[in-house]
């Protein structure tokens, strides 16, 4: 059962920075794509960084780029968001996700972390 587990949300003030993580286990499948979302209240699910399973190639919406930074540790067991000049628009509770191969849906969600930028 794959178990995705994330933490280092909180409140900031706009400008400043936070980073994410996620602990993933439980997996047996070594090439899993990741990412990052977030959702506000009454507003859509956007995906805010991808990393692939080269763990090379990102992709992030206009929205972050430049700002956000994903990244994960070299044994493929922790995604990192790295947030920075953060806005008021990033508050958002924030999921990672985590899929087989670089297509299709997310299959495995973590239970989200509640980030809250004051202006």
Do not use: H
Request: aromatic content about 12%; glycine content about 10%.
């Amino acid at each position: 059962q794959v178990q995705l587990v994330e933490s280092g949300g909180g409140s900031v003030q706009a400008g400043g920075s936070l980073r994410l993580s996620c602990a993933l286990s439980g997996y047996t499948y070594n090439r899993y794509s990741m990412a990052w979302f977030r959702q506000a209240p009454g507003k859509d699910r956007e995906r805010v960084a991808t990393i692939y399973t080269d763990n090379l190639r990102t992709l992030y919406p206009d929205s972050v780029k430049g700002r956000f930074a994903i990244t994960q540790d070299n044994a493929r067991n922790t995604l990192y968001l790295q947030m920075n000049s953060l806005k008021p628009e990033d508050t958002a509770m924030y999921y990672c996700a985590a899929r087989r191969g670089d297509t299709g849906d997310f299959e495995y969600w973590g239970q989200g972390t509640q980030v809250t930028v004051s202006s």
